[in-house]
């Protein structure tokens, strides 16, 4: 099969096409024959080193396609089944990633879809998605009265963060952009867009000095400190990533004298730990899109081949809101 490996971490061109052997499915796993792969800026952190992956290795851990084989143990899918995986569990070792004609996905992690499904707008929501899921429902428990301030909305997983808390529903969904002229397509979403320059003056003053309940962080570094200066009394923010590369320090003294929460999820860290309650978030997930309750804009799709470019996009800011490769 084809498939994009890593043999040694690296810029984005260290990504290289190679055919591979079709792996096939252990306990409890099945394989999919991909349609559509999802790109995220976490894929450039694996294939950078930043997590010191071993090497050899596959990157992707979203995709959409149909069932190709089922392990033993597996009931409920039969091949050619549309579904949807998440593939990120590396914390279990995982072989085979999702820029790949085929992918091994575990059952637990893996949801059918309907025949007919649109597979490139589902590949594009896997993993932002259930990130976004968790974090708004479980962590920050989001209330219809709250104030949401979404940091890094113009990217992938701010973007669908803000449509989530927006069909809640919350207060007020407030987005952060922080590259200038970077405009945010689903304006219905948003009910103010503040540029990160300007955070700490706007959100006093749209909030009538009280600030936000909830702050969702994917980008980290000085907006991260100033989200979590707007938090109001029993405001949460929650912590899903460093797109900045900066990982500011909070005084514990600062979160019991402002009476503050702090959270923190990581999806790949804790998915092979709790394999049924990601598969629940992802299955909830792909209902509310395929319903259309969740309105998802299409994604930008290029070939496989021109993953490195994806990458490189990421890497500059400039990528659009979601990308996702087609591979069969
Ligand atoms: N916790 C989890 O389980 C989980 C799941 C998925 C993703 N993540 C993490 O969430 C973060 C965002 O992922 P994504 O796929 O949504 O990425 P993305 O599409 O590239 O969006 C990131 C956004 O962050 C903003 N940003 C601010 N400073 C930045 C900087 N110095 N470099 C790059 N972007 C910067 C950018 O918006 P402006 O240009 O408008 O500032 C960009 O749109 C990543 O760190 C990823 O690892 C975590």
Redesign the pocket.
């Known amino acids: 099969m084809r498939a994009v490996v890593v043999t040694s971490p690296g810029p984005a061109d260290s990504l290289e096409a190679v055919e591979l052997p079709v792996p096939s499915p252990g306990p409890g796993e099945l394989t999919v024959d991909v349609g559509y792969a999802g790109v995220?800026?976490?894929d450039t952190?694996f294939r950078s080193g930043a997590f010191g992956l071993p090497t050899p290795f596959t990157p992707g851990i979203e995709v959409t396609g149909r069932v190709r084989e089922v392990g033993p143990g597996v009931a409920g899918f039969e091949p050619g089944r549309p579904v949807a995986a998440l593939l990120n569990d590396f914390g279990r070792g995982v072989r085979a990633g999702g820029y790949a004609e085929v992918a091994v996905a575990h059952a637990a992690m893996t949801t059918p879809l309907p025949e007919g499904a649109d597979l490139a707008r589902m590949a594009a929501v896997l993993?932002?998605g259930v990130?976004a899921w968790i974090a708004l429902r479980d962590l920050a428990r989001l209330d219809v009265h709250d104030d949401v301030l979404v940091?890094?909305?113009?990217?992938?997983?701010?973007g669908i963060t803000g449509r989530l808390a927006a069909i809640h529903p919350a207060r007020r969904v407030i987005a952060v952009?922080?590259?200038a002229g970077?405009r945010l397509s689903d304006t219905a979403t948003w009910t103010h867009v503040v540029h990160?320059t300007d955070l700490g003056a706007a959100v006093q003053e749209l909030t009538g000095g009280r600030g936000v309940d909830v702050v969702v962080d994917?980008?980290g570094?000085p907006?991260r400190t100033a989200a979590y200066d707007q938090l109001a009394p029993f405001g949460r923010l929650v912590m899903?990533?460093?797109?900045?590369?900066q990982d500011p320090a909070i005084p514990g003294d600062s979160v019991w004298h402002g009476t503050r929460q702090l959270l923190g999820?990581?999806?790949?860290g804790v998915a092979h730990l709790v394999p049924q309650r990601v598969g629940a978030a992802l299955s909830a997930l792909v209902d509310l899109v395929h319903r259309g309750v969740l309105r998802e804009p299409a994604p930008a799709i290029l070939p496989l081949d021109r993953v490195a470019e994806v990458h490189q996009a990421?890497e500059d800011?400039t990528?659009p809101?979601?990308t996702v490769l087609a591979v069969r």
Not at 151 to 158: D, E, F, I, Q, T
Not at 240 to 245: E, I, T
Request: glycine letters at 28%; hydrophobic letters at 45%; aromatic letters at 2%.
């Open positions: 995220g800026f976490v952190l993993v932002n990130t940091l890094g909305a113009s990217g992938g997983l701010g952009v922080g590259s970077k990160g994917p980008v570094g907006l899903l990533g460093n797109a900045s590369g999820l990581s999806l790949g990421l800011r990528a809101a979601k």
